[in-house]
């Protein structure tokens, strides 16, 4: 990533999040999409509607994948889709180092997600590798939340000069 480079990145809230992704998907067959879930539970919905829906997807193009696979991914994607809210700045930084120049990053954001992930950090919290998942939580609540342009700051994590507005990210649209 370099000052120049364009990322679309979007924070799509919403309470249906398996319909919005399905109808997605289908709306954008001809593209190479990686589809990213942090658990076995996100994993079973996307599953049990795939068969549900009889939805036939190309193998090449789309991958559904956890994080550790997605990691094995040597070649980028035209979309890479975060199921799951990711619980830390870096994740999102290595999902987007994955698309390529002028492809599109999409989180998937429910209430639900942080809630689960908080009521987990807490119930652990005397340990300190729990106190400091909650912080990392709080960094990406704050990236979602502050009004600020979502790739500004994502170059600005990473120490990257660069236009502080894109127009095209969720953030600077709202404005
Ligand atoms: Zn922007």
């Not at 319909?19 to 996307?46: C, G, H, M, P, Q």
């Amino acid at each position: 990533m370099n000052k120049n480079t364009f990322i679309e990145i979007n924070v799509l809230k919403t309470k249906y999040k398996i319909e919005n992704l399905f109808e997605y998907l289908k709306n954008n067959s001809d593209k190479k999409i990686a589809v990213i879930f942090r658990n076995t539970e996100s994993a079973e919905f996307i599953y049990k509607r795939i068969i549900d829906d009889d939805f036939v997807f190309s193998k090449n193009k789309i991958t559904f994948c956890d994080y550790i696979c997605f990691k094995l991914y040597k070649l980028k994607f035209d979309i890479v889709i975060d199921y799951n809210i990711p619980e830390s700045m870096d994740i999102i930084l290595e999902h987007i180092k994955k698309i390529k120049s002028k492809g599109k990053y999409f989180i998937l954001y429910s209430n639900r997600d942080i809630v689960k992930i908080r009521h987990y950090n807490y119930e652990n919290y005397e340990k300190s590798v729990y106190r400091n998942n909650m912080e990392k939580l709080g960094e990406v609540l704050w990236f979602i939340y502050n009004g600020e342009c979502l790739l500004h700051q994502i170059k600005k994590y990473i120490n990257i000069e660069g236009s502080t507005k894109c127009l095209k990210c969720s953030s600077c649209k709202v404005q």
